[in-house]
C-alpha cells in the first residue's frame, strides 16, 4: 500500500477503541493462557518496558513495518523476533521515551522523526517478568538504519500487505528455554516465525488497521 494513503487512513485510529486483550489473546500460547488462568501478574511486581511499531516507506514508497531479530543470548528471548524497544531507564521522561530512546539505540531512529500515533493495550511476559507497553508510530523520511550489533541480529523489513495477509497466520510447533514442544499461534513474516508477546502485539495492530484500510 502506498505510504501516503496509509498515513491518511492511519490516522482514523486515533479515535478508535483498542480491541485490547482480546486481539492478543487470538495469538496466545496455551502455556501462557494456563499461567494466566492461575496467577495474577501484579502480584509478580513486573519490570516495565516499552516498544515502537515503526512503519515507513521503502524506496518504492510501499508501506513496510520494522520488526527485529534479537541477538542470541543467555535469556529467555535469546534470537526471537520483536519490535524496537526495551525497559525503562531512570532517565527516560515517560513509557513513549522509553520506546523513541530505545528505537534509537537499536536501529538509529531519531526521536524528532517519529510520530507516536497510537498507544496499545499493555502485554504482560511471565518468563521475563516485564509489561510491555506498545506504540505505534510513523517514519515518514527513513534515513538508513543503523543496527546496534551487541543487541541486534538483523533488521526484518515487512511488507505491510504481508503482514495483513491472513495466509501468513499459522500454527507451528516450538520448543523454548522453559516449554518443549508447544503448539502456537504465529505470524510468519519474512521467513521468520513471530509468535508469544510480539505476535500477541501485532494482532491488536493488524485488529486495528482492518477497521480503517
Known amino acids: 500500500m502506498n505510504f501516503d494513503d496509509f498515513c491518511k487512513q492511519l490516522i482514523k485510529i ?7 486483550h482480546e486481539s492478543h489473546y487470538k495469538m496466545e500460547p496455551a502455556v501462557r493462557r494456563k499461567w494466566r488462568e492461575k496467577e495474577r ?6 519490570k516495565e518496558a516499552a516498544v515502537m511499531a515503526l512503519f515507513y516507506p521503502n524506496s518504492s514508497n510501499e508501506t513496510q513495518l520494522l520488526l527485529i531479530l534479537r541477538k542470541t543470548y543467555q535469556g529467555v528471548h535469546s534470537n526471537q523476533i520483536g519490535f524496537p524497544g526495551g525497559k525503562v531507564e531512570k532517565e527516560d521522561r515517560d513509557l513513549i521515551h522509553t520506546a523513541l530512546r530505545e528505537t534509537y539505540e537499536e536501529v538509529g531512529v531519531l526521536e524528532n522523526d517519529v510520530e507516536v500515533v497510537k498507544k496499545l493495550t499493555q502485554v504482560y511476559i511471565p518468563p521475563s517478568n516485564f509489561l510491555v507497553q506498545s506504540y505505534i508510530g510513523f517514519y515518514p523520511k527513513p534515513k538508513p538504519f543503523k543496527i546496534q550489533e551487541e543487541e541486534v541480529e538483523a533488521l ?3 511488507k505491510l500487505t504481508d503482514f495483513l495477509n491472513n495466509k501468513n497466520k499459522i500454527e507451528q510447533q516450538l520448543s523454548t528455554s522453559y516449554a518443549k514442544d508447544i503448539l502456537v499461534p504465529a505470524f510468519k513474516l519474512n521467513g ?3 509468535w508469544g508477546a510480539t505476535a500477541m502485539m501485532l494482532n491488536e495492530i ?3 488497521l482492518n477497521k480503517v484500510l
Open 14 to 20: 486515533k479515535k478508535l477503541p483498542l480491541p485490547g
Open 41 to 46: 501478574f501484579e502480584d509478580r511486581k513486573p
Open 156 to 158: 526484518v523489513e515487512v
Open 192 to 194: 521468520y516465525t513471530v
Open 206 to 208: 493488524k485488529d486495528l
